[in-house]
């Protein structure tokens, strides 16, 4: 970190350049939602697949209503009925009508329906109190999808009215990129997993579980979470297992104290280092780099030969990156960083991070040297978008998370930014 700090856009840039997109796997659709499609999803079928009604009410043939109104009702004989599910059996003649209900299929000779408010609801004969035109309340085949029609596209994900678009198109099963295996690792002696009593400078080990969830909310597979002391050997067998995934996240131990292992012991087990040391507050001390497969395993037994991919075949490189241990650094760098690589491996459409702009709300003293992240409040007023820090904002301030909409992204190069001023922000989920 001695050398000049890599900015946010080039690191990410950076990040992003490495990803290998992963193989794809059939997914059932009850399994599917916040997947990744890996295939563009075509309907060999019209949806709907059949001329139906949108109304309840009566099936005519429009000419036989020519003149209908509330006095003279055009008076029709029911030969039988359409319900949905069980298409009417008669083909429909002149001065005849068929009772319909919604969704029910048109009968074969009918041209219109009549809603049941314009009619007196006759079981045996109706009258109708309406002049309809060919088409009336008709909801023609294929008006929603038509056949050939290609519904969705590779790197949509598959949100509920994904999914129902899926089924209504006749799919069970889609192709999915298969999901990362991510493994964490939380370095540091001080740390204890909840619930027990605090050693005296003890702390709760809040990464474990807030970087976990930002994993399982990327669409990941979050494969371990485990605590490393800061000890050079301990931290070399548990790199070497998190190293068997797609993508390592390791909390901590990647500054430039002497009880910080991590990157030295990466150096030893033949990682790349990309960039270490980003423009950014909080989240400087950042670590990002590769590791090849297959790697070379001959003195580490357990490691496997090949990439994690089915059957082990898929060509890649395990993605590693050291964020710093600070609980707030940590989300916001898995944000920069880790997050648009994960979904750059499942190759999401939408992999940027939504961005805009709003004015900030509150004088914000600033040096020029590195970017810094304000955690924010967004609000929508009589002209436009407004954001507001939370509270302090200290990278050990995890509370300055809670009920943050926006990170405020003030630049690099930016000095204090006063009241009122636009910047630009990215959205939280
Ligand atoms: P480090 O990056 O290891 O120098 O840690 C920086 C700061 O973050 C220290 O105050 C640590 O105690 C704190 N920290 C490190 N790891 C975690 C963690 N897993 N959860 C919460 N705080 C942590
Ligand atoms: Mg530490």
């Given at each position: 970190m001695a050398g000049k700090l890599t900015e946010i856009d080039e690191a990410r840039r950076l990040a992003l350049e490495r990803v290998v997109p992963l193989a794809p796997e059939p997914v059932a659709l009850g399994e599917a939602l916040g997947r990744v499609l890996a295939e563009p999803v075509t309907s060999a079928d019209a949806v709907p697949g059949f001329d139906n009604s949108a109304m309840d009410g009566y099936a005519v043939r429009a000419a036989d209503t020519a003149g209908a109104d509330g006095e003279r009702a055009a008076r029709l004989t029911v030969v039988g009925e359409s319900r949905?599910?069980?298409?009417?059996?008669?083909?429909?003649?002149?001065?005849?009508?068929?009772?319909i209900s919604t969704g029910a299929m048109v009968p074969a000779g009918a041209d219109a329906v009549v809603r049941v408010e314009d009619t007196d609801a006759g079981g045996e004969e109706v009258g109708i109190r309406v002049e309809v035109e060919p088409g009336r309340d008709i909801r023609r085949a294929g008006e929603d999808i038509a056949p050939g029609e290609v519904v969705l596209a590779a790197g949509a994900e598959i949100g509920p009215a994904e999914a129902g678009v899926l089924v209504s198109v006749g799919r069970g099963e889609v192709a999915c990129a298969r999901r990362?295996?991510?493994?964490?690792?939380?370095t540091g002696d001080e740390l204890q997993e909840p619930g027990e009593p605090l050693r005296p400078g003890?702390?709760?080990?809040?990464?474990?579980?807030?970087?976990?969830?930002?994993?399982e909310r990327s669409g990941a597979l979050l494969e371990s979470v485990a605590i490393v002391p800061d000890d050079r050997e301990a931290t070399e067998a548990a790199l070497t297992r998190a190293l068997s995934g797609d993508i390592a996240v390791i909390s901590g131990g990647v500054s430039v104290g002497p009880h910080d292992h991590v990157r030295p012991t990466l150096a030893a087990l033949g990682a790349e280092e990309v960039f270490w040391g980003v423009a950014l507050r909080p989240g400087k001390p950042t670590w990002f780099g590769t590791v090849p497969?297959?790697?070379?395993s001959a003195d580490r037994p357990g490691t496997p030969e090949v990439g994690p991919g089915p059957g082990g075949t898929e060509v890649g490189r395990t993605l590693v990156f050291g964020l710093p241990g600070n609980p707030v650094?940590?989300?916001?760098?898995?944000?920069?960083?880790?997050?648009?690589?994960?979904?750059?491996?499942?190759g999401a459409a939408a992999n940027d991070p939504a961005r805009t702009t709003a004015f900030l709300d509150l004088?914000?003293?600033?040096?020029?040297g590195r970017a810094h992240l304000l955690r924010c409040r967004l609000e929508l007023r009589e002209d436009g978008w407004h954001v507001r820090p939370t509270k302090d904002q200290g990278s050990h301030?995890?509370?300055?998370?809670?009920?943050?909409?926006?990170?405020?992204?003030?630049?690099?190069?930016?000095?204090?930014?006063?009241?009122?001023?636009?910047?630009?922000?990215?959205l939280l989920d």
């Open positions: 949905a599910g069980h298409p009417a059996r008669h083909e429909l003649g002149a001065g005849e009508a068929i009772a990362p295996r991510v493994s964490v690792l939380t003890a702390i709760r080990n809040s990464n474990a579980y807030s970087v976990a969830g930002l994993i497969w297959p790697r070379p650094s940590a989300m916001v760098t898995f944000l920069l960083f880790v997050r648009p690589a994960i979904r750059a491996m499942l004088d914000y003293p600033k040096q020029p301030v995890l509370t300055s998370m809670l009920g943050a909409d926006a990170l405020a992204i003030i630049p690099t190069a930016a000095g204090t930014v006063a009241a009122g001023e636009r910047v630009e922000i990215e």
